[in-house]
């Protein structure tokens, strides 16, 4: 079973600059997809960003592209989501994810686990 446990949600300025964190514990997770989608309130979930693990292959929204970064530590059990020049439209629930595909994807119903999501609220 596969747990995943997001944190550094908050409210900032915007310009400001935020780091999420996503736990990871449970199988390896060679052969997966991890990546960040977030929700706004009246709006479908989107992605963000991703890591497909087995190669390192990173990909990222056209919107944050730029200013959001998706690594990962030497342990390979928490990825994160430096997220800089925070604008209003960033506001949303953030959620960690990871997807058993063989191909990397974007789309939230191939993700099979999921964060609780963490809240990241951006001032005007």
């Known amino acids: 079973q596969v747990q995943l446990v997001e944190s550094g949600g908050g409210l900032v300025q915007a310009g400001g600059s935020l780091r999420l964190s996503c736990a990871a514990s449970?199988?390896?997770?060679?052969?997966?997809?991890m990546s960040w989608f977030r929700q706004a309130p009246g709006k479908e979930r989107e992605f963000v960003a991703g890591?497909?693990?087995?190669?390192?292959?990173?990909y990222y929204s056209i919107s944050v592209k730029g200013r959001f970064t998706i690594s990962r530590d030497g342990a390979e059990n928490t990825v994160y989501l430096q997220m800089n020049s925070l604008k209003p439209e960033d506001t949303a629930v953030y959620y960690c994810?990871?997807?058993?595909?063989?191909?990397?994807?974007?789309?939230?119903?191939?993700?099979?686990?999921w964060g609780q999501g963490t809240q990241v609220t951006v001032s005007s």
């Open positions: 994810a990871t997807s058993p595909r063989v191909l990397f994807t974007t789309t939230p119903t191939t993700y099979d686990y």
């Open positions: 449970g199988p390896t997770f060679s052969g997966r997809s």
């Open positions: 890591i497909y693990w087995r190669t390192g292959s990173i």
